[in-house]
């Protein structure tokens, strides 16, 4: 199992698979703006960066992978993007289940979204040992987080699920704590890696 794991992270940090993984996530990141361009047009301007919301994650990690490749670290991208991968990648997994369940398909494109966005939430915990992170950060993207939440069951810019609008009071409730629960892992990855730094050799 140990060997496993050491071979893992060899390829995760190697800088030919970030490069690789840069370029997959910037193709995600323009056609998830693409796919939220019809609500983009129905929605007044001063909302438009809180729309589209999992694109937006996968950009944040995107400056994450560009400090790495740079031999550094973008500490607050790297904190959005663990947040927001693991929020929008759980939430959007959630909200196609939900969909199938209420009206029994969600059709190839449906499956394409878990998917990919399974994906997104586990390379945000794929690279775990890379974030460098601090409390500053994790505040910072806490604050975008919650406000981002606010945003979209408040003044209800919230992504557009047909079927599933009618339960928005629910979801928009389950949103706010996965959210909570995605600052809570980020603030444990801090004192994780800060244990590791001040225990005695």
Avoid at 101 to 116: D, N, R
Wanted: a neutral charge.
């Amino acid at each position: 199992m140990q060997l496993i794991k050491t071979w893992a992270q060899l390829v995760l940090f190697n800088r030919s698979f970030l490069w690789i993984l840069l370029f997959i996530n910037i193709i995600g990141t323009v056609y998830g703006y693409d796919w939220y361009m019809w609500q983009l047009e129905i929605t007044e301007p001063i909302f438009w960066i809180f729309v589209p919301d999992s694109p937006t994650a996968s950009l944040f990690f995107c400056f994450a992978i560009i400090g790495w490749l740079l031999n550094t670290n973008f500490k607050l991208f790297e904190a959005l993007a663990v947040m927001t991968l693991v929020k929008y990648g759980v939430w959007a997994v959630v909200m196609n289940l939900l969909t199938l369940k209420e009206i029994g398909t969600i059709g190839a494109a449906g499956w394409m979204l878990v998917v990919s966005h399974s994906a997104m939430a586990l390379q945000a915990v794929l690279y775990w040992k890379k974030y460098a992170f601090g409390m500053l950060s994790i505040v910072l993207a806490g604050i975008w987080t919650v406000h981002n939440d606010i945003i979209d069951y408040v003044f209800g810019q919230m992504p557009i699920y047909g079927d599933l609008m009618k339960y928005m009071d629910k979801i928009g409730y389950f949103t706010f704590w996965l959210s909570i629960a995605c600052i809570a892992l980020a603030v444990w990855n801090w004192k994780r890696r800060h244990k590791v730094v001040t225990e005695p050799s």
